[in-house]
Every structure is written in structure tokens, then in C-alpha cells.
């Protein structure tokens, strides 16, 4: 399969600068995957489209202020850093710009103000000691960052959004608990505690995992062929509670449904490890690299919510294992015509 077939045509103007408010008021685009019927909504309508006993599994990552700015040292060059993938306390592997200079052994001084200007410098600093093969850099911090990232780190929004973030609460979910994330699991944004109260009250379950989403999940796919790419290890836990909670719903025959893409790899590497379709699930605590395109048996997931998803990316390739490729060019099409809000601001998609 060629990675060209995920190409479509989307006018600038629809990919979402800011989110709506309130969060529920997103618009809420419906397909069955059966029979391909399609219907329009907005997201505080999505009780109407669930079921009691339906099991909803949601990805409790939080998104940490992974945006750096620094200096070289000792030329004082700007620097500015993204974290993408935390290995221990001061190891981190993380994307620079301007990179190509920063070769192994070069040294940067994490600023103390946002943007990097006019700001003296942190007590930290990292040394490069590596460029890998995804193009980041493997960074030893002098101290732990982590715990400085409120004061010298900034929210990493995506490159297509160009308009500052007024509340940095609004690119986390109301559930987020888990620190970890350079990005937002965007499904989940729709999502207010009024509406999560609701769904409660009518049957509906929620449970959570954590998959700490680096770049790798959005990152285009670049090869001529789908099944040559390759997907970078990402942290993922299926907690016991979690996992105890879907045995109950597939054994009595209720829906799992994933909230987000990043839940879906969760629940569906967990699922690859199963020795037959009825096996229980067992909790897991470890890297995913899954990596999921048509042709893929998923053994989990009934039904997805999930965003819309750039081209020639993997979330979109995973969306269209769900629902066949060619009723997903076909929706798509469909929220173009209809002026639908796109990306991670955008509005939300229900694939049952």
C-alpha cells in the first residue's frame, strides 16, 4: 500500500487555531462503519450514540512545558530545544534547532525565561552525547529537568497552530494525571465534567491508560510504502484496575471504546500479546511501538472517538484500519464540504 493513498486536499483555513468554548460544543461527526451512514451532531450530543455498559478507555497522559530555549556554550548562540522521550531523571532524547552544529560533547545552558532573550542563565545544563537515527539528540542534563519545567519550559504546541495558547490548561484534558506527554491526546479535549457526570449517570464507564505521546505519533510518514515505516517506542501502561474493567466488558459482550488513537495502541499491544481472541487481558507496563495501518485485526477496540487526522500520518493510517480507507476518504471529504474544524483543536469523530 502506498503512503500517497492518505493524501487529501484540506483548505488552510479549517485547521483549528484555538479551541471552542465550551469544550462540548465541538462538532461531532458520526459514521457507522457498517453500512458507512453518517450523521452530524455536536460532541455534548455524543450520549445520544452510546449504549449502558459501553466502556470507555481514555489516555490519562498529561502534557508537560517540553518547549526549551537555551545557549550555546561558550558562543552564546540561541538554542532552542523540544523534549520528546524521557529515558531517566537527566536523560532525555529531544529534537534542536538550530541543530546541525550541536554535535556530540556540545554543551547548552538552559535559559531562565521563556524566551530565551535577556534572561541569565538556569543552574542546568545538557550535553549532546548523541544524534540518533530519528534526528533528536541524546541529552544529559546536569541536574533533573523535570522538576524545572514549570519555571524554564513552555507548552509545545503543533507547528500548524500559530496562535498563542491564552490558558495552557485548554491542551490538556480534564482527566490528564500523568505526566509525560509533548503533546495532547486530542480526542479527549471534547470532554467536560459535566458530560463525563452524564455519561456516568446513563451506564456508561470510563477508565483509564497512559501512553506518553512523543513526535513519532504525528510525524508524516515518509516512505513510498506504508509498511516500511517505522514507529519509535512510546511509554504505555494498562493499569490492573483498567484491565479488570475490560475483561468485564468483553466477557459480557459490552463495547470497548477507545478514546483517541494513542488508547487504541494501549489496548491493541496489549491485545497482539493474547494467545486466542477470549483470552483475558493481563495489565502491562512497558514501550509500544505499534504500529497500526489497514490490514491490521484489531482484537480490543469496538468503536473509536477519535479527531481528524493530518495526511500521511499514522493516526490517520490506524483510523483507516478501523474503518476501511475508502469510508474514511469518504467522510473526510464530507467534513470538508461541511466546514468541519481539523487537527488538534478541531472537532471529533465517533467510528462505531
Known amino acids: 500500500m502506498k503512503t500517497s493513498e492518505f493524501e487529501y486536499d484540506l483548505p488552510a483555513e479549517l485547521i483549528a487555531q484555538s479551541p471552542v468554548e465550551p469544550r462540548d460544543s465541538s462538532r461531532l461527526f458520526v459514521v457507522d462503519r457498517q453500512n458507512g451512514a453518517m450523521q452530524h451532531c455536536q460532541f455534548r450530543d455524543l450520549p445520544r450514540f452510546l449504549h449502558p455498559g459501553d466502556l470507555l478507555i481514555a489516555n490519562e497522559s498529561r502534557v508537560i512545558p517540553a518547549r526549551l530555549f537555551g545557549k550555546k556554550v561558550p558562543s552564546g548562540g540561541k538554542v532552542e530545544l523540544l523534549l520528546v522521550s524521557k529515558r531517566d531523571e537527566c ?6 534547532k538550530p541543530g ?12 531562565a525565561a521563556v524566551d530565551g532573550s535577556q534572561a541569565a542563565a538556569s543552574p542546568v545544563q545538557a550535553q549532546v552525547l548523541a544524534v540518533l537515527e530519528s534526528g533528536c539528540r541524546l541529552l544529559r542534563f546536569s541536574a533533573p529537568i523535570e522538576p524545572l519545567l514549570t519555571q524554564v519550559g513552555v507548552m509545545p504546541l503543533p507547528p500548524y497552530i500559530h496562535m498563542p495558547l491564552q490558558d495552557p490548561e485548554r491542551y490538556q484534558t480534564v482527566y490528564a494525571r500523568v505526566r509525560g506527554s509533548v503533546a495532547a491526546p486530542t480526542a479527549g479535549l471534547h470532554f467536560t465534567p459535566a458530560l463525563i457526570d452524564q455519561l456516568g449517570a446513563a451506564g456508561v464507564e470510563f477508565a483509564f491508560v497512559t501512553l506518553n505521546i512523543s513526535l513519532d505519533t504525528f510525524r508524516p510518514v515518509q516512505e513510498e510504502l506504508v509498511q516500511d515505516h517505522q514507529m519509535y517506542s512510546e511509554y504505555c501502561e494498562l493499569p490492573e484496575q483498567t484491565c479488570m474493567a475490560i475483561n468485564r466488558a468483553r466477557h459480557e459482550g459490552r463495547r470497548v471504546i477507545a478514546v ?16 486466542r481472541d477470549d483470552a483475558p487481558l493481563a495489565p502491562f507496563v512497558g514501550p509500544t511501538n505499534l504500529y497500526i495501518f489497514p490490514g491490521f485485526r484489531f482484537r480490543v477496540v ?6 481528524f487526522h493530518l ?6 493510517m490506524l483510523t483507516s484500519a478501523f474503518a476501511g480507507l475508502d469510508l474514511v476518504k469518504r467522510a473526510y471529504a464530507e467534513a470538508v464540504r461541511l466546514r468541519y474544524r481539523f487537527y488538534s483543536f478541531g472537532d471529533a469523530m465517533l467510528i462505531a
Open 91 to 96: 536523560l532525555w532524547e529531544a529534537l534542536i
Open 100 to 111: 546541525r552544529r550541536l554535535k556530540p560533547g556540545a554543551t547548552i545552558s538552559i535559559s
Open 260 to 275: 483517541g488513537t494513542t488508547s487504541v495502541r494501549v489496548l491493541e499491544t496489549v491485545g497482539a500479546r493474547l494467545p
Open 302 to 307: 469496538d468503536a473509536l472517538l477519535t479527531n
Open 311 to 316: 495526511p500521511r500520518s499514522s493516526l490517520l
